[in-house]
């Protein structure tokens, strides 16, 4: 929890960044070389028999090409901004790295950010996901940097005698339409603190909301604030927000990797309009009509040399005479490629010092930059300091991941929530990782230097109840407009009647959450897996989802998450065409549905309950629901935990359906 100097964090820290570096390259690395390519694509990180076509540019210049499948793509976990690699046999990983930016049905789009290598171009290839260094590396040079940057050293070490008399000083008053009590008290104190401040927000406390009114405030105030987050999506959840507030912001890094509907704030989109850009672009144009000019000419490179200096190939170009076996013409055409080579070198400089103006003069005239936490450590922002920088779900971060932004502000403002999901940590050996920077300051920090929001807007009282109570010391409330209302306030809906008393049980909409003992369920599992899937579960999660549907809800009201992949893929597969929501809890942290159900999967006589026993993924899972949770599990099984043991006896209980 604390450091005794600046030199054993650095190591410390160090140490754990390259563990989980050199285990996700290998994660990769290792599949790829051990499993087949169908293999791999059955487990959706690899696509097989692809055609690559040239499909034009992208925004920023970016090179596209469309990837496709005629009789349609396998079911797979490659998403749009993920980084993947194109080969025709087997990769060897070292293969040219790009982006997906579109997703069909029968084709993706991958950007490259240079020209792509002739390869992709062909028939009968092959895609895979992979990893990507960059962040490693930021990261690291974050840590690093700390030597030079003093200001933080002793809050990061845990030594925070000094921020007392801050917390002592004087109080002013803050009123915000539409925000509760806590959301405003929390604003205060934000602006009041000079170091830094944690927002604590549990589920449906709008930690977000109140984060963008705060920023607003910050802004209004003089401010030039760096805004950022651990995934694309949760950075432009915070953007939408702050643009709803009118506020003027810049969003950097791959569009593609942006919700399409505020493309129109990315610096690539802004960069556009601006002068200084428009005239770059022309100048790489220009380099582009020049490259093809100079493949006419010779290349004045390896033996074509043989020594010789460019002025010497020159010089003796215009002698018009042979020279140690090279004939005349061909030294003249060797220096007309040099000049032509200078000429690019020259436009080549003009253009990037062109476009750089333009950056700078778009991001130091923006009062709020947002981006991830790695793209927070881009070039792009190499010479900017910050008045604050806010980092959002600073919980599903790690700490030197949160350094990169972090230390190019004065002052630092974290929300998060420690009692939902840490960071995802694949190495073993840096596990310690899994401790955000957050959860950290927040076990010694001053009591004034945090603020938990303890109103939720979106569950039942009930559905709140388990979690208020384990995790957040019974401090939320539920607000009156959702504490008492259920599926019969929606528009239409007509609970289904079913021959089935318990299934009719199950629909009751009164009875906000109810667990469902799947007691004749068998786990189970691949020989190469170790994620386990429950093929009862799945027949009764059919179940009940259809006669949700026939209670006429809508499709987008219903989520299904379970803990375990490999149950996910079968539900995906059996429930094709419904239109639900399938995803694991992970996949579910930051989402909402009206209805949810949970598939817990583990059915055996040994009460082995695995990684159910993550309390913190339980948490999530709980409270992603508005007026209905059904959790189908089997309760022999989990009655081996006390937590899960509390959990069932105090909610309804169905035995069959």
């Known amino acids: 929890m604390r450091f005794n100097s600046l030199k054993q964090y650095q190591d410390y820290f160090s140490s754990l960044i390259q563990k989980e570096r050199a285990a996700e390259m290998d994660f990769h690395l290792n599949e790829i070389m051990v499993l087949s390519g169908k293999q791999r694509e059955q487990k959706g990180r690899a696509i097989l028999l692809l055609n690559g076509n040239d499909s034009g540019t992208g925004i920023g210049g970016s090179s596209l090409v469309k990837f496709v499948r005629g009789e349609g793509l396998p079911d797979n976990q490659i998403s749009i901004g993920d980084i993947v690699i194109v080969s025709k046999e087997k990769p060897t990983g070292k293969e040219e790295q790009g982006t997906v930016v579109e997703k069909t049905a029968r084709s993706i789009t991958v950007a490259y950010s240079q020209s792509p290598p002739f390869i992709v171009f062909g028939r009968n290839l092959r895609l895979d996901l992979f990893s990507n260094d960059i962040t490693f590396q930021r990261m690291l040079e974050a840590v690093h940097k700390l030597e030079f940057l003093p200001n933080h050293h002793e809050l990061l070490l845990g030594k925070v005698d000094f921020l007392q008399d801050e917390v002592n000083a004087k109080k002013t008053e803050i009123s915000v339409a539409n925000l509760n009590q806590s959301q405003e008290a929390a604003i205060r104190k934000a602006i009041e603190s000079k170091e830094v401040f944690l927002i604590h927000g549990p589920p449906g406390t709008g930690k977000t909301t109140t984060l963008s009114h705060l920023i607003q405030l910050l802004s209004e105030q003089g401010n030039k604030i760096l805004v950022s987050a651990a995934s694309n999506t949760a950075v432009d959840n915070i953007l939408e927000k702050l643009t709803k507030l009118g506020l003027p912001c810049i969003r950097i890094g791959n569009p593609a990797r942006m919700d399409s509907s505020l493309s129109f704030l990315s610096l690539d989109v802004q960069l556009q309009d601006h002068p200084d850009?428009?005239?770059?672009?022309?100048?790489?144009?220009?380099?582009?009509?020049?490259?093809?000019?100079?493949?006419?000419?010779?290349?004045?490179?390896?033996?074509?040399r043989r020594g010789l200096?460019?002025?010497?190939?020159?010089?003796?170009?215009?002698?018009k005479k042979n020279y140690r076996g090279i004939p005349s013409p061909k030294l003249r055409k060797m220096a007309q490629w040099i000049k032509v080579q200078r000429a690019i070198n020259k436009n080549f400089e003009e253009a990037n010092k062109l476009q750089m103006k333009a950056v700078e003069d778009i991001l130091s005239q923006t009062p709020i930059i947002c981006a991830t936490n790695s793209t927070a450590g881009s070039g792009l922002l190499k010479d900017f300091l910050f008045d604050v920088v806010c980092v959002d779900e600073a919980t599903q971060a790690t700490e030197p991941e949160c350094l990169i932004p972090l230390l190019k502000g004065k002052k630092w403002v974290l929300a998060g929530d420690h009692h939902q999901l840490p960071p995802t940590v694949v190495s073993k050996d840096a596990e310690a990782l899994k401790l955000s920077l957050f959860e950290r300051l927040k076990t010694f920090l001053p009591e004034e230097k945090s603020s938990l929001l303890s109103i939720q807007y979106r569950m039942h009282k009930n559905i709140m109840k388990f979690s208020n109570e384990t995790f957040y010391g019974n401090q939320l409330k539920a607000h009156p407009s959702v504490a008492g209302h259920t599926l019969a306030d929606l528009p239409g809906y007509e609970p289904f009647i079913s021959l089935e008393q318990g299934l009719n049980q199950l629909l009751k909409p009164e009875i906000a959450v109810l667990f469902y003992n799947c007691a004749n369920g068998v786990?189970?599992?691949?020989?190469?897996?170790?994620?386990?899937?429950?093929?009862?579960?799945?027949?009764?999660v059919q179940q009940i989802t259809d006669a949700l549907l026939a209670s006429r809800l809508f499709p987008e009201d219903i989520g299904i998450i379970s803990p375990y992949e490999q149950q996910i893929i079968r539900l995906k597969s059996m429930l094709a065409g419904y239109q639900v929501e399938i995803k694991t809890i992970d996949g579910f942290q930051g989402k909402e549905k009206e209805v949810i159900i949970i598939s817990l999967v583990r059915s055996n006589q040994e009460g082995n309950i695995g990684f159910l026993r993550d309390y913190r993924r339980l948490n999530v899972a709980l409270t992603r629901a508005k007026r209905k949770l059904i959790i189908v599990g089997n309760l022999t099984t989990l009655q081996a935990d006390p937590l899960y043991t509390w959990l069932i006896e105090n909610i309804s209980l169905v035995d069959s359906i």
């Open 523 to 540: 786990e189970a599992k691949l020989p190469d897996s170790y994620s386990y899937y429950n093929k009862v579960e799945l027949e009764k």
């Open 309 to 319: 200096s460019d002025e010497k190939i020159i010089q003796l170009a215009s002698s």
């Open 277 to 304: 850009y428009q005239q770059a672009n022309g100048l790489w144009n220009k380099i582009q009509i020049q490259k093809k000019e100079q493949q006419e000419f010779v290349p004045a490179s390896g033996q074509n």
